[in-house]
């Protein structure tokens, strides 16, 4: 296992999948006063269609606590060495 400290970049999170992560799926939470975004994982090119569809299936099936609210799962591209609330969001249908 190789380690850096910087210019990390995340694997594809399906399983058997090489390939470095080129988004993060994620959609937008808030408990009302902190927000953040709720991760669905990381996926590259090729599996980007397959796991936001995944993610979609599991947010469905989230239940929220009193008071928390979740936005759309969407993509996110992902950026080494970028805070979350830095990722630029993902249009569907483009790349
Ligand atoms: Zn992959």
Redesign the pocket.
């Known amino acids: 296992m190789r380690l850096r400290h910087f210019e990390y970049v995340p694997k594809?999170?399906?399983a058997g999948?090489d390939?470095p992560?080129a988004y993060k799926i994620a959609a937008p939470w808030s408990d009302g006063s902190a927000r953040e975004l709720k991760n669905y994982g990381v996926?590259?090119v090729?599996?980007r269609d397959h796991?936001l569809a995944a993610a979609r299936k599991r947010r469905e099936g989230l239940r929220l606590a009193e008071g928390e609210t979740v936005g759309p799962v969407g993509l996110y591209k992902l950026t080494p060495g970028s805070l979350d609330s830095q990722l630029a969001k993902v249009g569907e249908g483009k790349s």
């Open positions: 594809c999170s399906v999948c390939h992560a996926c590259c090729e599996h796991e």
